[in-house]
Each structure stands twice: as C-alpha cells, then as structure tokens.
C-alpha cells in the first residue's frame, strides 16, 4: 500500500528557509504515470498547490511562490523535497505531500496524500 | 490562473438528503476537475476525477458530473460520514488551483 509521510522542523523563524522531505513507500517515486507534489494548508483555509516535480527532476512550480520555492528529488531514497526561502508568518500551514496523477502526459488528481505536517513560521 | 469558485461555502442537511455541491471555472477546462473530501485534522482524499470517474474505494453515492466551466458533486443519500469539506480542484492547467470549499454540516 502506498504511504507518503512529510518529516521536517515544525518550527522556523522569519526570513528562515523551511525544508521538508517526503518519504515515499509502497512504490517507485521513478513511476511514469505520476508527479509528486506539495500542497499547503493555512489552518482553517483552503488548500494551494505548492508545485509538483517528475521522477527525471521536471518540475512545474505555482507563480506565487516560484521565486522562493524548489522542489527536488532523490530517487535513489524514494524522497522528494520542499524548500522555501525567506518564509514570513504568511507561510504558516500544514504542508502535504502527495501523488499526481500523470496518465498518458495529462495531470490528473492528487490520489494519495501524505498525513501533513504543521510548520509554524515564528520568532 | 484559472479560478475555481464553489457553491454554496457551507450547507447544512440531514442524513438522507440529496447534496449538490457545484464548482465553476473562470474558464473552459474540459473534464479536468477533481473533487476532494477533507475531514477535520486529516488530509483530503479523492472522490471523483476527470468530473465524473469514482475512485476506486469510494462509495457509489458520491457522483460527478459536468465539463467545460460547470460541474456538480452529487451525494445521493447522505451518510454520518459525509459531513465533511469538500474541495473542487482543476487539473488543466498549472497553476493546479482549488475551489474554496464547501463545508456540509448537520
């Protein structure tokens, strides 16, 4: 059974960069019929897709975060990672980990998520 | 960026109701629509993709329908376990974007 799970500080300070790993079981994160993705949640609000990245290192990142986001892979750990530079409490959610859909070369759902893991942006 | 707007943001029904929720989209996106239930404190799950496909495990009450700007999740009779929030999200285009939610309460 496929499980995702997000691990990284759930605590960083202002103008601090937040980095989470997501750690993939169950399957080859090297699968080419799916991305891998990062989703963000600010308590009590909705969801926002962060960006998503291929097995082969493509990535596609959403344009309000592009200039401070990167997203990486190590396939040899079946890991993908989120890096996010000079976070403000603005960045405070629960970040989520997920699956992509990726059949023949259209983006489909998310149809695995990871549990999410709070990070607090604070002094 | 394409907009995704659902309605209503909250419904309050009983078990056994009838609940439509819909989703529009500030532009055609043909059947790439996705809905997503998310239970407090849990991440969200599929329910339906490609507007109208059951994911495998989720109950035959749950139904999408709908393609181009417009699209409807439909709960047939619903369930204790149905109250939840319900996300929209469009797969067309990146930036990948998500509906605002709608939250079904008893």
């Known amino acids: 059974q496929l499980q995702l799970q997000e691990s990284g500080p759930g605590l960083v300070k202002p103008s601090e960069t937040l980095s989470l790993t997501c750690t993939v079981s169950g399957d080859s994160i090297s699968s080419t019929s799916y991305y891998w993705a990062w989703i963000r949640q600010p308590p009590g609000k909705g969801l926002e897709w962060i960006g998503n990245?291929?097995?082969?290192?493509?990535?596609y990142y959403n344009p309000s975060l592009k200039s401070r986001v990167t997203i990486s892979v190590d396939t040899s750990k079946n890991q993908f990672s989120l890096k996010l530079t000079s976070v403000t409490a603005a960045d405070t959610a629960f970040y989520y980990c997920?699956?992509?859909?990726?059949?023949?070369?259209?983006?489909?759902?998310?149809?695995?998520w990871g549990q999410g893991t709070m990070v607090t942006v604070s002094s | 960026d394409i907009q995704m707007t659902q309605s209503p943001s909250s419904l309050s029904a009983s078990v056994g109701d009838r609940v439509t929720i819909t989703c529009r989209a500030s532009?055609?996106?043909?059947?790439?629509l996705n809905w997503y239930q998310q239970k407090p404190g849990k991440a969200p799950r599929v329910l339906i993709y490609?507007?109208?496909s059951l994911q495998s495990g989720v109950p035959s009450r749950f139904s999408g329908s709908g393609s181009g700007t417009d699209f409807t999740l439909t709960i047939s009779s619903l369930q204790p376990a149905d109250f939840a929030t319900y996300y929209c999200q469009q797969s067309y285009d990146t930036p990948l974007t998500f509906g605002g939610g709608t939250k079904v309460e008893i």
């Open positions: 997920a699956r992509l859909q990726y059949p023949r070369r259209v983006m489909g759902a998310f149809d695995f």
């Open positions: 490609a507007a109208s």
């Open positions: 532009q055609g996106i043909s059947h790439s």
């Open positions: 990245i291929y097995y082969g290192g493509s990535t």
